[in-house]
């Protein structure tokens, strides 16, 4: 069946540190691959977006990879602050006309 | 900029009623899809729209209904509510010809009571 995971379990990391979010996902051949970022209690915010013959994509302090081989994509935030804690969900797009979201991590960045 | 609209933000409805959601996507924009998120979950896909057209459904029960009108808005129909109905329900609209990214709503939180 196809899946996307996240990991399940929060992220606690120090400010200042680069916190790194991972997307697995099976049985998609994804068209492209977005992440975003939802607060409580309100809607997801779109961050970026990696198509499927891109390695890498950047916007400022934010960095996406996407390994279609291994069927992963990396979610990177350097020099990250408190007012990064949030939950960031990576979402796949089929190709239809739908979009797939994965359950997300939650991030704590410690001040 | 104008964002997607979604009204009403609260709605507390009885068991066994009805609910109509509204959905407003942002002008230009072709695509409408619906999410479902409940309590610490991530969003569902319930169903999209491009064009005025159904185009795909997700996991949308046969009791819910949803239609796109001449205008572009959307409004999803729920019926016969049911206890674990109670969500956040977005929705997004997305310029398909761009398919870069899908704005989301602020949401309806649907309380079931």
């Known amino acids: 069946s196809q899946k996307i995971e996240q990991n399940s379990e929060a992220l606690n990391i120090q400010e200042g540190k680069t916190a790194t979010l991972t997307c697995n996902y099976t049985?998609?051949?994804?068209?492209?691959l977005q992440w975003y970022r939802q607060d409580p209690g309100r809607g997801p915010v779109f961050l970026l977006l990696?198509?499927?013959?891109?390695k890498e994509k950047r916007k400022e302090r934010l960095k996406v990879t996407f390994d279609t081989t291994l069927k992963q994509s990396l979610f990177h935030i350097t020099a990250s602050q408190p007012a990064d804690s949030a939950t960031y969900l990576c979402?796949?797009?089929?190709?239809?006309?739908?979009?797939?979201f994965g359950a997300g991590t939650r991030l704590f960045v410690k001040a | 900029a104008a964002g997607v609209i979604q009204s009403p933000r609260h709605l507390i409805k009885e068991k066994r009623e009805t609910a109509t959601l509204k959905c407003y996507p942002i002008?230009?924009?072709?695509?409408v899809y619906w999410y479902q998120q409940g309590p610490g979950q991530d969003p569902q896909f319930l169903i999209s729209?491009?064009?005025?057209?159904?185009?795909d459904k997700g996991s949308i029960p046969d009791r819910f209904s949803a239609q796109q009108f001449s205008d572009y808005h959307s409004e999803l129909n729920m019926s016969s509510l049911e206890l674990g109905d109670s969500a956040l329900y977005f929705c997004?609209?997305?310029?398909?010809?761009?398919?870069?990214?899908?704005?989301f709503g602020q949401g309806t939180r649907l309380t079931v009571v």
């Open positions: 979402a796949l797009h089929t190709g239809g006309f739908k979009t797939i």
């Open positions: 049985n998609y051949s994804p068209a492209y």
């Open positions: 990696i198509r499927e013959n891109e």
């Open positions: 002008p230009r924009h072709d695509t």
């Open positions: 729209f491009y064009e005025k057209m159904q185009s």
């Open positions: 997004a609209s997305e310029q398909r010809e761009k398919n870069t990214e899908a704005f």
